[in-house]
């Protein structure tokens, strides 16, 4: 099964690098990286863990294939923006959360990459 295009729309539409998805998932960034290539299988902990931190549903992780041709598809490419919005609406709220149970003031995911956050 290949979702590793799904894995890494995911991080990047999140705002994140590789090593801050492989804290989130419990994991090492060379194991996204191998994931995002598709060297390595995901594990049913860390697909559940995906859609946990992201707020993704299960089945965007299999649309892999769909991925490349969302630029010559206009319906496609509609649905992969809404879900990029979405991500980064999920990554918000938990930036917010986590701001609140802390008792830190919160900082966007934009003002964290440009102070030269996560690379994509």
Known sequence: MRIGK???????AA???????????GTT??????????RAGASEKVIRKI??????????LFLDEDLKFKDKNPGMAFVFE???ELIKTVEEHRV?????KYGRRP????????RGGPAN
Request: charged share 25%; glycine share 8%; proline share 4%.
């Open 29 to 38: 960034a060379s194991y996204i990286s191998m994931l995002e290539t598709n």
């Open 6 to 12: 799904s894995i890494k729309f995911i991080r990047v």
């Open 15 to 25: 705002g994140i690098g590789q090593k801050e998805m492989a804290r989130r998932l």
């Open 82 to 84: 809404k879900i990029g």
């Open 96 to 100: 917010k959360d986590e701001a609140v």
């Open 107 to 114: 900082a966007s995911p934009d003002s964290r990459a440009s």
């Open 51 to 60: 859609m946990e931190q992201f707020g993704v549903p299960i089945h965007f």
